[in-house]
């Protein structure tokens, strides 16, 4: 597997560098065709906006000639009403009595004449600068004209050579995709093998630390007699006090490392029994060491000791009906020495027992009591 590990680096190196390769003539085809696109939208722009202003200098040419028109009847108008007799003044009507010869009247025939003849050089004089300009234009649009088809046909070449290259990048990018995941495929492999290696050198060692420590169990001292027959009374006692074996015969049995009583194996018994005398083995050491002042941390927890009422496992197991649970936590309250915490099912639980002092019912809610044994 690490040889095929080292094949896949080596084929992924040469899938990278050819797509490499390849990305920078894609990068390289895709920057000249944004060129060319962006040359034929200005040409073709700048030709509409020469268009437009073209079409605007015709309207002012047509205004300069009406303009010119206009000024020239001015002119002709002027010189014939100088030119005409007349008693009465040409442009104020006065007659020449009234008339003053010595005064010129706001607007004589010939100022009229000689402000048209002025107003029609500069005319023509801005008439002259925008055929100059048009003709510019004009030209200018000629040539964008003719590069127009030049530039449609370089846009069209170089957006050809994108969509060629298109789809050779994305074969390559999958294939070097596909060259990841095969490669993260052996790795997580080699992962797993490196992880079952390391389960069964640690089996390996747990065997033999368990061979070990039998090999010492079978050399070290034997459980002492007496300790045991006194752990076994007190065992005995319980089970009596709680109607569940009265007067029974128990003893430790060295060989299972477990109680028998009368003459039955425990662990041969059901889940609802064993619970009861795995209680009452737990009380009894308890009361062994303080009946002998021997060290304890001074309490006890036990987790549903009276499973044979919730989750019996046979009739033989089932102690409902019976008030072995009333017994049982009747014996705990009157131990007043030692602190004792039961954890029990509420079906498990006989009325007297059900709320009072140092009961505690969890409710899996909010509104009533406590919601469980750890907080909201």
């Known amino acids: 597997m690490a040889d095929q590990l080292s094949r896949l680096e080596q084929s992924l190196s040469q899938e990278r560098a050819i797509l490499s390769s390849s990305e920078a003539q894609y990068r390289e085809a895709l920057n000249t065709r944004n060129e060319m696109r962006s040359n034929f939208t200005d040409a073709q722009d700048r030709s509409a906006e020469i268009s437009e202003m073209l079409a605007r200098f015709s309207l002012l040419d047509r205004q300069y000639s009406t303009d010119l028109l206009r000024l020239e009847n001015i002119r002709e108008s002027g010189a014939l009403f100088y030119a005409?007799?007349?008693?009465?003044?040409p442009v104020c009507g006065a007659k020449p009595d009234d008339h003053d010869p010595a005064g010129n009247?706001?607007?004589?025939?010939?100022a009229v004449v000689?402000?048209?003849?002025?107003?029609?050089?500069?005319?023509?004089?801005?008439?002259?600068e925008l055929y100059d300009v048009v003709k510019?234009?004009?030209?200018?649009?000629?040539?964008?004209?003719?590069?127009l088809p030049e530039l449609r046909l370089a846009l069209k070449v170089a957006t050809s050579a994108v969509s060629n290259i298109t789809p050779q990048i994305s074969a390559q990018r999958a294939r070097f995709t596909d060259f990841l995941d095969k490669k993260s495929e052996v790795e997580r492999g080699m992962e797993l093998f490196e992880h079952l290696d390391h389960l069964r050198q640690?089996?390996?060692?747990?065997?033999?630390?368990?061979?070990?420590?039998?090999?010492?169990?079978?050399t070290?001292?034997?459980?002492?007699?007496?300790?045991?027959?006194?752990?076994s009374t007190c065992v005995a006692s319980f089970l009596d006090d709680w109607g569940l074996a009265t007067g029974a015969?128990?003893?430790?049995?060295?060989?299972?490392?477990?109680?028998?009583?009368?003459?039955?194996?425990?662990s041969s018994n059901g889940k609802g029994y064993r619970a009861l005398t795995h209680a009452a083995a737990t009380l009894g050491l308890r009361k062994v060491t303080e009946n002998k002042n021997l060290p304890h941390p001074g309490f006890v927890i036990l987790d549903s000791p009276l499973l044979a009422y919730e989750k019996p496992e046979n009739a033989d197991d089932d102690l409902s009906g019976t008030d072995v649970n009333l017994r049982f936590l009747r014996s705990l309250a009157a131990w007043r020495s030692t602190q004792l915490i039961v954890l029990e099912n509420r079906k498990s639980i006989p009325p007297e027992f059900i709320d009072g002092e140092g009961i505690t019912q969890f409710t899996k809610t909010d509104a009533q009591g406590r919601y469980g044994f750890f907080p909201r």
Do not use: M
């Open 105 to 110: 009247c706001d607007a004589s025939t010939e």
């Open 84 to 89: 005409l007799p007349s008693e009465n003044c």
């Open 114 to 128: 000689a402000a048209a003849e002025g107003e029609q050089t500069k005319i023509r004089s801005l008439q002259d």
């Open 220 to 231: 070290s001292t034997p459980l002492p007699t007496k300790p045991l027959h006194d752990l």
């Open 202 to 218: 640690r089996r390996d060692q747990i065997e033999q630390e368990r061979r070990t420590e039998a090999n010492d169990d079978d």
């Open 249 to 266: 015969s128990v003893h430790f049995d060295k060989d299972t490392k477990d109680f028998v009583i009368d003459g039955k194996h425990r």
């Open 136 to 147: 510019s234009l004009e030209r200018e649009k000629a040539i964008v004209d003719q590069q």
